[in-house]
T-cell receptor, first 114, second 109 residues
Framework: KAGVTQTPRYLIKTRGQQVTLSCSPI?????VSWYQQTPGQGLQFLFE???????NKGNFPGRFSGRQFSNSRSEMNVSTLELGDSALYLC?????????????FGQGTRLTVV | DAKTTQPPSMDCAEGRAANLPCNHS???????VYWYRQIHSQGPQYIIH???NNETNEMASLIITEDRKSSTLILPHATLRDTAVYYC??????????FGPGTSLSVIP
């Protein structure tokens, strides 16, 4: 079974631009979560989608948004990029909520804002 | 905020068992204990989870105390490749996953 796939793996953007990151979950998984990881703040939860609906949201400004498609693939978008948005963005997928199964992570997208 | 407390770092000799503790004194009845690890620059890897009973899989064993207020992840024969940050997470199956700072395990040759 293929794992969680995130694209692109690396990205360099300029302040003020916007960026879209993509995540393809494990086949059959309907829940997708996004995380931001920085050296100073560690792993921080961004949001979670299940069946195209946002179920949980972390404490991030409205510049961070996401969506999930009917095939469970998910995208996250960051608008008006700031230097502090430089981070490793991780996506995780899991099966239906309530099963208790753990989440499986992709390798992440390394975003650098210059 | 994370609902768990873990030591910031631990060492373990290669070939020996690594026992990583986690305190979760406020755990509620429907919350699971999950363990993940993250090897440098890679995405976190799911290891194991449990609700009340001890669990074992090909990677590790999870021992949960009877009162469920603490647990221990056991890597039976630690190798250098087990050097990583280990995260203990408590959540219901519907909650968002909140990571704390974890325990940085160093396996020493």
């Amino acid at each position: 079974k293929a794992g969680v796939t995130q694209t692109p793996r690396y990205l360099i953007k300029t302040r003020g631009q916007q960026v879209t990151l993509s995540c393809s979950p494990i086949s059959g998984h309907r829940s997708v979560s996004w995380y931001q990881q920085t050296p100073g703040q560690g792993l921080q939860f961004l949001f979670e989608y299940f069946s195209e609906t946002q179920r949980n949201k972390g404490n991030f400004p409205g510049r961070f948004s996401g969506r999930q498609f009917s095939n469970s693939r998910s995208e996250m978008n960051v608008s008006t990029l700031e230097l502090g948005d430089s981070a490793l963005y991780l996506c995780a997928s899991s099966s239906n909520p309530g099963t208790g199964q753990g989440a499986f992570f992709g390798q992440g997208t390394r975003l650098t804002v210059v | 905020d994370a609902k768990t407390t873990q030591p910031p770092s631990m060492d373990c000799a290669e070939g020996r068992a690594a026992n990583l503790p986690c305190n979760h004194s406020t755990i509620s009845g429907n919350e699971y204990v999950y363990w993940y690890r993250q090897i440098h620059s890679q995405g976190p890897q799911y290891i194991i989870h449990g609700l009340k009973n001890n669990e074992t899989n090909e990677m590790a064993s999870l021992i949960i105390t009877e009162d469920r207020k603490s647990s221990t992840l056991i890597l039976p024969h630690a190798t250098l490749r087990d050097t990583a940050v280990y995260y203990c997470i408590v959540r219901t199956s519907y909650d968002k996953v909140i990571f704390g700072p974890g325990t940085s395990l160093s396996v020493i040759p």
